[in-house]
């Protein structure tokens, strides 16, 4: 993989080339212009979570979960804001229902809706009617996504997909050589250990991209291809506070020396993909940039900057066209004469356009911006 800010994480995938482009310089810097735009939803009523949605570009629909019906997904329109439909996704044993809940949901071709939770995949069609169900091989994923047209969560070893007539298609392989919940990384010239604590993905017609989070270090982002091939994506340097001065060494019972690295404030990326194919990773709990945009073909990338003093309860969301969707949750007056933020809380919807605060383009990257 990449080397970011001294460390290089060395993951073993036995049959498989990982293939990446490094991250540059970023070449532009924007911020969300909230000055201008407009307002799809305000309703001091809702309660919609940031972390789990879904946009149909094609038909303008944004998908939400809603604390009015927690065991539904709730459709409006991007246009007007007005609500459309709720899609029923109870718990429950029963073939269309979920074992241990819904969480995540994805937006598939044709209008169809993908709704993800432990032990269960389900797919409904355009009017919100079930159409199959999924139990992959893999109890614990809460996200999914649509990749050429089927089912995909992701796993620590890759992506499993939901193949013809029931057969599952496993990126790279069970036989890759790979802990699940384990990464060696180099730091210092000594090997240092770490574990995955998420995984979040999107895909492409022929590629999925998973974000991995870590108990220490920055995120790191893989690429699985349709014909086994794995790749990578280098995060930017700014996502990356990787201290080189700080550390702890342990010795395990067999005489092993490894290196435990300094916890960092992990960013929780959410990828998604802005129509052009360059790949966003937005961040909920970073107070001081929203996130990046990556060309992935060449490494070129913008960094989305944050107000720390007013963007507390702005969380972006999805890129659309030149614009950005925003939430923002809900906050609150405190006693200690501060404010309160909630995660997961938006009552409001909005649409802005970017600025550009410095830097030249990335070619075919938000061409309007100027």
């Known amino acids: 993989m990449k080397r970011l800010n001294g460390c290089r994480a060395i993951i073993l995938l036995a049959g498989a080339a990982i293939f990446g482009v490094p991250a540059a310089d970023a070449q532009q810097v924007l911020e969300i212009d909230y000055a201008t735009g407009r307002t799809i939803i305000d309703d001091q009523w809702r309660s919609m979570r940031a972390s789990d949605l879904a946009v149909d570009r094609s038909r303008g629909i944004l998908y939400v979960i809603d604390a ?17 439909r709720t899609i029923q996704t109870p718990e429950g044993d029963g073939p269309r229902e979920f074992p241990a809940g819904r969480r995540g949901i994805a937006a598939a071709r044709d209008g169809h809706l993908y709704a993800a939770g432990p032990k269960r995949v389900i797919e409904y069609d355009s009017v919100g009617a079930f159409v199959s169900s999924w139990i992959p091989d893999w109890a614990t994923s809460f996200y999914v996504c649509d990749f050429g047209g089927e089912p995909a969560i992701p796993i620590p070893e890759g992506v499993i997909r939901r193949g013809p007539e029931g057969r599952e298609d496993v990126l790279p392989s069970r036989d890759a050589d790979q802990s699940r919940f384990v990464v060696l990384s180099e730091v210092q010239g000594r090997t240092a250990m770490t574990a995955h604590v998420d995984f979040r993905i999107v895909c492409a017609e022929s590629s999925a991209v998973v974000v991995r989070s870590y108990s220490d270090g920055p995120d790191s ?14 995060v930017p340097t700014d996502f990356a506070d990787w201290s080189e001065d700080c550390g702890e060494e342990v010795t395990t019972p067999s005489g092993h020396v490894w290196l435990v690295p300094c916890p960092i404030w992990n960013r929780g990326l959410y990828p998604s993909f802005d129509g052009q194919g360059n790949l966003v990773l937005f961040s909920e709990v970073d107070f001081k940039t929203a996130g990046t945009i990556i060309d992935p073909e060449t490494g070129c990338y913008a960094i ?9 309860a702005r969380v972006p969301v999805r890129i659309l066209g030149d614009s950005v969707l925003v939430f923002h949750n809900y906050s609150e007056p405190n006693d200690n004469g501060g404010t309160t933020y909630y995660t997961d809380s938006a009552n409001r919807v909005t649409l802005h356009p970017f600025r550009r605060v410095s830097g030249d383009l990335c070619p075919g990257m938000l061409p309007s911006v100027n």
């Open 221 to 234: 982002v893989f690429v699985y291809h349709r014909g086994g091939e794995v790749g990578g994506v280098a």
């Open 68 to 84: 009015e019906e927690p065991e539904g997904v709730m459709a409006f329109s991007l246009e007007t804001g007005e609500w459309i």
């Open 304 to 312: 989305v900057r944050k107000d720390p003093s007013t963007d507390k």
